[in-house]
Structure formats: structure tokens, C-alpha cells
């Protein structure tokens, strides 16, 4: 059975640093567009980076300069590192999978996992 676990998150200042890591299991994650999504209280899921299977990656404006997504094939798992945090950063943050190439949109993504906090707060 696929399934995503998400961990790495927690409560940093502003302008620390934190990775996120999205380990899968019942799939090869080399097949697969890995997404990261957040969602902040009150606001819609935003898709924020992805990495297609064929290693292209994108970014969302918001976060383009200082966050990093990266793939681990030898440990299945999928990075987000993030760097010079902001408080509007603060959110539940999300791995999605589905097979091939990127796509923008939630409804793109079958799989997900269950979240991690990630709080950006002095």
C-alpha cells in the first residue's frame, strides 16, 4: 500500500532553517512527480514546489530563492529545504505523489501524506 510520511517540521525563528522529508513506501519514487503543498489557517492549499520524475523541478514565487526540493533514490524520499524563513511560511505543509511530470493544482496529486507543522515565530 503507498503510503506518504511527512516529518521535519517544528518551530524556528524567522530566518532559520528547516528540511522536510517525504519518505514513500509501496512505490519508486523515480517514477514519480513529488509535490509540496502548505495550507495556513484560513487559506487554500498552495502548491508551493515540485519535482517531475524526469528531475525538472518549479517553484512557486513565494518561495523561489529559498526553498530546495531534492530526491533521495537510495532512501525513497523527498526533501524540502528551506531556508530564511518568514512568519507568513507558518503552515501545515504537505507531500504529494502521482506518476510522470508536474502539474499545478491538488486535484493533479492521488497521494498524500498526513502533514507536518512547520511555525515560524521569535
Known amino acids: 500500500q503507498l503510503q506518504l510520511v511527512e516529518s521535519g517540521g517544528g518551530l524556528v525563528q524567522p530566518g532559520g532553517s528547516l528540511r522536510l522529508s517525504c519518505v514513500a513506501s509501496?512505490?519508486?519514487?523515480?517514477?514519480?512527480?513529488i509535490a509540496w503543498f502548505r495550507q495556513a489557517p484560513g487559506k487554500e492549499r498552495e502548491q508551493i514546489s515540485c519535482r517531475s520524475n524526469d528531475g525538472t523541478t518549479y517553484y512557486s514565487d513565494s518561495v523561489s530563492g529559498r526553498f530546495t526540493i531534492s530526491r533521495d533514490s537510495a532512501k525513497n524520499t523527498v526533501y524540502l529545504q528551506m531556508n530564511s524563513l518568514k512568519p507568513e511560511d507558518t503552515a501545515i505543509y504537505y507531500c504529494?505523489?502521482?506518476?510522470?511530470?508536474?502539474?499545478?493544482?491538488?486535484?493533479?496529486?492521488?497521494?498524500w501524506g498526513q502533514g507536518t507543522q512547520v511555525t515560524v515565530s521569535s
Open positions: 504529494a505523489a502521482d506518476l510522470g511530470l508536474c502539474y499545478t493544482g491538488s486535484h493533479y496529486f492521488t497521494y
Open positions: 509501496g512505490i519508486t519514487l523515480q517514477h514519480y512527480a
